[in-house]
T-cell receptor, first 116, second 110 residues
Framework: GAVVSQHPSRVICKSGTSVKIECRSL??????MFWYRQFPKQSLMLMAT?????????EQGVEKDKFLINHASLTLSTLTVTSAHPEDSSFYIC????????????FGSGTQLSVL | EDQVTQSPEALRLQEGESSSLNCSYT??????LFWYRQDPGKGPEFLFT???AGEEKEKERLKATLTKKESFLHITAPKPEDSATYLC???????????FGGGTRLMVKP
């Protein structure tokens, strides 16, 4: 089956620093990737939709200058949490859909961000 | 706006005690309904896709069914390793994204 690799799995950083999370589709091309945020015991909240070669589309309430998304190729999207603060601590998950299909999303394994 | 509601929020079962999880939805044109399993600290793992009312899919102890308003995930004779959060999501005809329900946390005790 298709694999989505997300890295790092866990990161601890100081308040005010920036953190980059990578999401790669290993064996398929993904025109669209999605970034989710998940708080403990809650469901996934869509943050933004990332399209290859164009600007990301952010959901209401998500600061685009805070959460920078780059989708540089058909297999790689990155999420950079800029000037992280403790309230940004959360579980971030990426997902990808095969190019030009309506099939299921494949999810990465998630990144647990802890900001001290 | 698409909405997905899952119930119950949490479910405790004894090993072997069959039950069902519910996913109620409203969507502007259903392209697909998805069930995922999520273990703590992990990303969701795909289970099933259902596309039209009346469709059913099975995998080991799990069976998913779909009507025009809801989907059920039936768990037959569950085992402790079935303990996880089960997420339901819908994909509408208009957009690219999935709308997720709040999930059901299933705990199966030996």
């Amino acid at each position: 089956g298709a694999v989505v690799s997300q890295h790092p799995s866990r990161v601890i950083c100081k308040s005010g620093t920036s953190v980059k999370i990578e999401c790669r589709s290993l064996d398929f091309q993904a025109t669209t990737m999605f970034w989710y945020r998940q708080f403990p015991k809650q469901s996934l909240m869509l943050m933004a939709t990332s399209n290859e070669g164009s600007k990301a589309t952010y959901e209401q309430g998500v600061e685009k200058d805070k959460f920078l998304i780059n989708h540089a190729s058909l297999t790689l999207s990155t999420l950079t949490v800029t000037s992280a603060h403790p309230e940004d601590s959360s579980f971030y998950i990426c997902s990808a859909r095969r190019k030009a299909t309506n099939e299921k999303l494949f999810f990465g394994s998630g990144t647990q961000l802890s900001v001290l | 706006e698409d909405q997905v509601t899952q119930s119950p929020e949490a479910l405790r079962l004894q090993e072997g005690e069959s039950s069902s999880l519910n996913c109620s939805y409203t969507v502007s044109g259903l392209r697909g309904l998805f069930w995922y399993r999520q273990d703590p600290g992990k990303g969701p793992e795909f289970l099933f896709t259902l596309y039209s009312a009346g469709e059913e899919k099975e995998k080991e102890r799990l069976k998913a069914t779909l009507t025009k308003k809801e989907s059920f995930l039936h768990i037959t004779a569950p085992k402790p390793e079935d303990s996880a959060t089960y997420l339901c999501a819908v994909h509408n005809n208009a957009g690219n994204m999935l709308t997720f329900g709040g999930g059901t946390r299933l705990m199966v005790k030996p």
